[in-house]
């Protein structure tokens, strides 16, 4: 069904009525019908799709609807255009009265030829009795939303997996001194579990290699591009990379796999290679390695099966309420052992009342055999759980099929897209940000969308799709001229979608010319490697209606002025590409929510972008005029210092003191201080702060006074490199304050624990200079809610480190990095209670594991990386003086030898 896309247009039409209320008098009455209108046909949309039904009428009617929302949306959006430009001319609109009153009438004629068929389309409704359609297999009501259960913050593991991960791992590290090229293959069908299994054993060998690499497989993968992703995730392996893990996930031809080694493994020099792929089909494993014989996903017993399906559906509960019987055994059953299809139901059902009744109906509704069935036939397990979310989440789920296959997404720009896509609306008091958030998190615990990182405070920070669901909003998206995906020959591709998604590789990125694109509102570009072209200025009038364009990593030199003409823009990301300078014609873009200049050579800002008072996200990596090119990061950044330009040579006079105006900024990002003048504390919304490279002797104080009023954060993160740090007061205050990051001198921190803000959870202090190590460990060992603590390179004038009795009673993890000075650790009794993970690298100077740590039975995960050699040795297992200290942790990783900053990364 379509009407995921037609109900985010009509409540795009309620919005507009609002913001353009003057504007739209005499017409009005109209644009509210329409609304109206469209709102009623969202609602009999939502009835039959909950119906199950798959009527060819249906499917006809629904079309039609679409197209004529989508024609509608055009009309809208061409108005808001020529509104905009008209206020442009002129600040008072009566100079353009007649232009006013042509561009209204023109707009009342066409909404008038919209309404009309709307009349006709919804007498066909009744014509064909589409609304007599019987209820043959509705699935129940959804649960409310405040019946949802929080997510852990560190997942369990999955469910039948110990067992398999270990076997893996045997296969894979056999031999492990010979220096053979040595690889194992896991198949299995679509939905087995195959790639999860390679990712557990991935994390849980990865420290034992010196260079580590997962690569997805794509249908038509360039070996150059896999090869430059593999030294890409090495940056610092040069000419030998060592000991080589390579993980090829979902290889699908024997071709492809000759492809891969001849044209990717043999052009890496490593001393030994362990090669670990997924593939569904065995005579690719039998073609990678024909001596060993591949690991084949065999399904879950009946016991694992129930146990999965009851975490999905009831994870505080020991077992199934007596009430449903022996429903859950046989919707196991059904399912045949195989985890996705699990996963899914337990998902959808997790949404659903508890009722015999209910479970019934969805017993009754699957088609069983799909999982015998061909690729087809497999889509019908996604359709069942996009049927039935609600409305509002439908264009959230079909988005995810822009982004490329296997990609980790940062759901901070994901959430941003659909902000400025106009998917959210404001809930009460709680922002769009946090009412998209609370979409996520529903769309994962219906199991369609897979979690990801998660930070200490519970919030998401990357998520994933599985590629059977990534496959179905596809085919979804493209039925209903929602997205299409391009690979690099599109320009021969004729598409009708709103939203383009350019996947490429070496090829010069292309967009099919005007006359194949229906008003694109959207385009997003994915590892494109070469030039962009943008530079015609035709493609700004065929573009006029984007809302988003996304060019990170793009080769891109020059900005033209005509992306000043994209004044319904509202999502402009250039990360990473190569353009030294903003267009001043940028103030034009008046409606933009984020831009991204980060990583590009823009090294000043012009005076235009204070104008977009509109901005909520603002990330810039925007450099110090009083900063010289001997500072200690010059030259670092890849950009030379005669491209550097200074901030008054790119400012107005006294432009700087403008940021004030951006009130709505919620994400501050940026290199360099120029920011901090006397109206930096108006930006009073912001809830996430990151500034590098900042003089404190400048502007320690002006940055402290701000901060006492950034009464919102939830973040932040500041480093200095001149001066020492200037606490503000007010840290008690911040209530949402959960993640902070110091990296700088500091001669002492406070001693009393209420100096911190109450609820922080991650704390991160690197290149301190603290004086008084006792009382920062008294201090910090009192934070009731901290979750993760890394101390990294933190100078103290003893040796000696105490960690208090009962101190850190919810640390879950423990960074301890590059503390040269530290010889002597102790744990005191019942401190560290909740200590699940703990990371010791480059303590070259630490004697021995503390005692204490014995008694700390939490604790799940010990990495020893870079450590004395004498202290490796005395926890050496079985024989090691001190072996008896960390025996009880399931999992010790050791690493030796040298030490690089790729290890400290991987932490």
């Given at each position: 069904?379509?009407?995921?896309?037609?109900?985010?247009?009509?409540?795009?039409?309620?919005?507009?009525?609002?913001?353009?209320?003057?504007?739209?008098?005499?017409?009005?009455?109209?644009?509210?019908?329409?609304?109206?209108?469209?709102?009623?046909?969202?609602?009999?949309?939502?009835?039959?799709?909950?119906?199950?039904?798959?009527?060819?009428?249906?499917?006809?009617?629904?079309?039609?609807?679409?197209?004529?929302?989508?024609?509608?949306?055009?009309?809208?959006?061409?108005?808001?255009?020529?509104?905009?430009?008209?206020?442009?001319?002129?600040?008072?609109?009566?100079?353009?009265?007649?232009?006013?009153?042509?561009?209204?009438?023109?707009?009342?004629?066409?909404?008038?030829?919209?309404?009309?068929?709307?009349?006709?389309?919804?007498?066909?409704?009744?014509?064909?009795?589409?609304?007599?359609?019987?209820?043959?297999?509705?699935?129940?009501?959804?649960?409310?939303?405040?019946?949802?259960?929080?997510?852990?913050?560190?997942?369990?593991?999955?469910?039948?997996?110990?067992?398999?991960?270990?076997?893996?791992?045997?296969?894979?590290?056999?031999?492990?001194?010979?220096?053979?090229?040595?690889?194992?293959?896991?198949?299995?069908?679509?939905?087995?579990?195959?790639?999860?299994?390679?990712?557990?054993?991935?994390?849980?060998?990865?420290?034992?290699?010196?260079?580590?690499?997962?690569?997805?497989?794509?249908?038509?993968?360039?070996?150059?591009?896999?090869?430059?992703?593999?030294?890409?995730?090495?940056?610092?392996?040069?000419?030998?990379?060592?000991?080589?893990?390579?993980?090829?996930?979902?290889?699908?031809?024997?071709?492809?796999?000759?492809?891969?080694?001849?044209?990717?493994?043999?052009?890496?020099?490593?001393?030994?290679?362990?090669?670990?792929?997924?593939?569904?089909?065995?005579?690719?494993?039998?073609?990678?390695?024909?001596?060993?014989?591949?690991?084949?996903?065999?399904?879950?017993?009946?016991?694992?099966?129930?146990?999965?399906?009851?975490?999905?559906?009831?994870?505080?509960?020991?077992?199934?309420?007596?009430?449903?019987?022996?429903?859950?055994?046989?919707?196991?059953?059904?399912?045949?052992?195989?985890?996705?299809?699990?996963?899914?139901?337990?998902?959808?059902?997790?949404?659903?009342?508890?009722?015999?009744?209910?479970?019934?109906?969805?017993?009754?509704?699957?088609?069983?055999?799909?999982?015998?069935?061909?690729?087809?036939?497999?889509?019908?397990?996604?359709?069942?759980?996009?049927?039935?979310?609600?409305?509002?989440?439908?264009?959230?789920?079909?988005?995810?099929?822009?982004?490329?296959?296997?990609?980790?997404?940062?759901?901070?720009?994901?959430?941003?897209?659909?902000?400025?896509?106009?998917?959210i609306e404001e809930r009460g008091a709680e922002t769009m940000e946090d009412v998209a958030e609370d979409y996520l998190e529903e769309?994962?615990?219906?199991?369609?969308?897979?979690?990801?990182?998660?930070?200490?405070?519970?919030?998401?920070?990357?998520?994933?799709?599985?590629?059977?669901?990534?496959?179905?909003?596809?085919?979804?998206?493209?039925?209903?001229?929602?997205?299409?995906?391009?690979?690099?020959?599109?320009?021969?591709?004729?598409?009708?979608?709103?939203?383009?998604?350019?996947?490429?590789?070496?090829?010069?990125?292309?967009?099919?010319?005007?006359?194949?694109?229906?008003?694109?509102?959207?385009?997003?570009?994915?590892?494109?490697?070469?030039?962009?072209?943008?530079?015609?200025?035709?493609?700004?009038?065929?573009?006029?209606?984007?809302?988003?364009?996304?060019?990170?990593?793009?080769?891109?030199?020059?900005?033209?002025?005509?992306?000043?003409?994209?004044?319904?823009?509202?999502?402009?990301?250039?990360?990473?590409?190569?353009?030294?300078?903003?267009?001043?014609?940028?103030?034009?873009?008046?409606?933009?929510?984020?831009?991204?200049?980060?990583?590009?050579?823009?090294?000043?800002?012009?005076?235009?972008?204070?104008?977009?008072?509109?901005?909520?996200?603002?990330?810039?990596?925007?450099?110090?005029?009083?900063?010289?090119?001997?500072?200690?990061?010059?030259?670092?950044?890849?950009?030379?210092?005669?491209?550097?330009?200074?901030?008054?040579?790119?400012?107005?006079?006294?432009?700087?003191?403008?940021?004030?105006?951006?009130?709505?900024?919620?994400?501050?990002?940026?290199?360099?201080?120029?920011?901090?003048?006397?109206?930096?504390?108006?930006?009073?919304?912001?809830?996430?702060?990151?500034?590098?490279?900042?003089?404190?002797?400048?502007?320690?104080?002006?940055?402290?006074?701000?901060?006492?009023?950034?009464?919102?954060?939830?973040?932040?993160?500041?480093?200095?490199?001149?001066?020492?740090?200037?606490?503000?007061?007010?840290?008690?205050?911040?209530?949402?304050?959960?993640?902070?990051?110091?990296?700088?001198?500091?001669?002492?921190?406070?001693?009393?624990?209420?100096?911190?803000?109450?609820?922080?959870?991650?704390?991160?202090?690197?290149?301190?200079?603290?004086?008084?190590?006792?009382?920062?460990?008294?201090?910090?060992?009192?934070?009731?809610?901290?979750?993760?603590?890394?101390?990294?390179?933190?100078?103290?004038?003893?040796?000696?480190?105490?960690?208090?009795?009962?101190?850190?009673?919810?640390?879950?993890?423990?960074?301890?990095?590059?503390?040269?000075?530290?010889?002597?650790?102790?744990?005191?009794?019942?401190?560290?209670?909740?200590?699940?993970?703990?990371?010791?690298?480059?303590?070259?100077?630490?004697?021995?594991?503390?005692?204490?740590?014995?008694?700390?039975?939490?604790?799940?995960?010990?990495?020893?990386?870079?450590?004395?050699?004498?202290?490796?040795?005395?926890?050496?297992?079985?024989?090691?003086?001190?072996?008896?200290?960390?025996?009880?942790?399931?999992?010790?990783?050791?690493?030796?030898?040298?030490?690089?900053?790729?290890?400290?990364?991987?932490?």
């Amino acid at each position: 069904m379509a009407e995921g896309a037609i109900i985010s247009f009509s409540q795009r039409l309620g919005v507009i009525v609002l913001e353009e209320y003057k504007f739209l008098h005499g017409v009005q009455d109209q644009v509210a019908s329409l609304r109206d209108e469209l709102q009623w046909i969202s609602s009999f949309l939502k009835d039959a799709a909950m119906q199950g039904n798959k009527n060819e009428r249906v499917d006809i009617w629904v079309s039609q609807i679409r197209d004529l929302a989508y024609d509608a949306e055009d009309v809208l959006d061409i108005f808001i255009l020529k509104v905009k430009r008209l206020r442009r001319r002129s600040i008072r609109m009566l100079i353009n009265y007649p232009s006013r009153l042509i561009t209204l009438h023109n707009l009342g004629n066409k909404i008038d030829s919209i309404n009309r068929r709307i009349d006709r389309i919804s007498t066909y409704r009744s014509k064909y009795a589409l609304d007599k359609l019987e209820d043959k297999g509705s699935l129940g009501k959804d649960v409310a939303l405040n019946e949802r259960t929080a997510p852990d913050l560190v997942e369990d593991d999955v469910v039948g997996f110990e067992s398999r991960t270990k076997e893996v791992v045997q296969m894979l590290l056999l031999n492990q001194d010979s220096p053979m090229f040595h690889v194992v293959s896991i198949v299995g069908m679509p939905g087995a579990g195959k790639t999860t299994l390679a990712h557990v054993v991935y994390d849980d060998v990865k420290y034992q290699f010196d260079s580590c690499a997962w690569i997805y497989v794509s249908p038509k993968f360039k070996p150059e591009s896999l090869l430059q992703s593999i030294k890409k995730q090495n940056p610092r392996m040069k000419e030998d990379m060592g000991k080589l893990l390579v993980v090829f996930d979902d290889v699908r031809k024997r071709k492809d796999w000759d492809t891969l080694n001849n044209g990717v493994l043999d052009n890496i020099t490593s001393t030994q290679k362990r090669i670990l792929i997924t593939s569904r089909f065995g005579k690719v494993a039998k073609r990678a390695n024909s001596s060993m014989d591949p690991y084949e996903m065999k399904p879950l017993d009946k016991d694992k099966s129930l146990e999965l399906l009851k975490r999905m559906v009831f994870p505080k509960k020991s077992c199934f309420p007596k009430q449903l019987k022996d429903l859950p055994e046989i919707i196991v059953r059904k399912c045949e052992g195989l985890p996705l299809a699990i996963v899914v139901l337990g998902g959808l059902l997790s949404r659903k009342q508890k009722t015999v009744d209910v479970w019934n109906k969805i017993l009754h509704n699957v088609r069983w055999q799909l999982l015998q069935g061909s690729s087809t036939e497999w889509l019908e397990l996604p359709s069942l759980s996009y049927d039935n979310l609600p409305n509002f989440l439908k264009p959230c789920f079909l988005y995810f099929g822009l982004f490329p296959e296997d990609c980790p997404i940062d759901c901070e720009i994901l959430i941003q897209l659909w902000i400025a896509e106009g998917f959210i609306e404001e809930r009460g008091a709680e922002t769009m940000e946090d009412v998209a958030e609370d979409y996520l998190e529903e769309l994962i615990q219906r199991s369609m969308i897979q979690a990801g990182r998660r930070r200490f405070n519970g919030s998401l920070e990357t998520c994933g799709i599985h590629d059977l669901f990534r496959e179905f909003a596809i085919s979804k998206g493209r039925q209903d001229k929602f997205l299409d995906v391009l690979g690099s020959k599109s320009s021969a591709t004729r598409t009708m979608s709103r939203r383009l998604a350019v996947h490429s590789t070496n090829e010069v990125a292309k967009i099919p010319d005007s006359s194949s694109l229906n008003n694109p509102r959207s385009i997003l570009w994915f590892n494109c490697l070469r030039n962009v072209r943008l530079e015609d200025k035709s493609f700004y009038k065929s573009f006029k209606l984007l809302r988003v364009l996304d060019l990170q990593g793009a080769s891109l030199r020059i900005l033209p002025d005509e992306i000043g003409k994209l004044v319904l823009l509202k999502y402009l990301n250039l990360h990473g590409a190569r353009i030294g300078k903003l267009p001043s014609s940028i103030r034009n873009l008046r409606n933009l929510l984020t831009l991204d200049i980060s990583e590009t050579q823009i090294n000043g800002i012009p005076w235009a972008v204070w104008e977009l008072e509109e901005l909520r996200n603002f990330y810039t990596n925007l450099h110090s005029d009083h900063q010289n090119s001997n500072s200690s990061n010059s030259g670092n950044d890849g950009v030379s210092s005669n491209l550097r330009c200074k901030i008054i040579d790119y400012y107005h006079s006294g432009a700087p003191q403008q940021i004030g105006r951006l009130r709505n900024l919620r994400t501050l990002s940026t290199r360099g201080d120029n920011w901090i003048f006397n109206d930096f504390w108006q930006l009073a919304n912001l809830r996430k702060l990151k500034i590098t490279e900042v003089n404190m002797e400048l502007y320690g104080v002006e940055l402290s006074n701000s901060i006492l009023h950034f009464i919102y954060l939830r973040e932040l993160d500041i480093s200095w490199n001149k001066g020492t740090l200037q606490f503000p007061d007010s840290l008690p205050q911040h209530i949402h304050l959960c993640k902070l990051r110091l990296s700088g001198e500091m001669l002492n921190l406070p001693a009393d624990p209420f100096f911190f803000p109450p609820n922080l959870a991650e704390l991160r202090l690197s290149l301190t200079d603290l004086k008084e190590e006792g009382e920062l460990m008294e201090t910090l060992a009192a934070l009731k809610n901290l979750k993760l603590l890394q101390l990294q390179e933190v100078s103290f004038l003893g040796n000696q480190m105490v960690f208090p009795a009962d101190g850190f009673p919810k640390l879950i993890r423990l960074d301890l990095l590059a503390l040269k000075e530290l010889q002597e650790w102790k744990v005191e009794d019942r401190s560290l209670r909740s200590l699940k993970v703990l990371n010791l690298v480059c303590l070259e100077n630490l004697k021995e594991i503390p005692d204490g740590l014995q008694k700390v039975t939490t604790l799940q995960k010990l990495r020893l990386l870079g450590m004395p050699e004498e202290l490796v040795n005395r926890v050496e297992r079985d024989v090691g003086v001190d072996w008896y200290k960390i025996k009880h942790i399931p999992t010790i990783k050791f690493k030796s030898g040298h030490f690089g900053v790729e290890l400290l990364e991987r932490v």
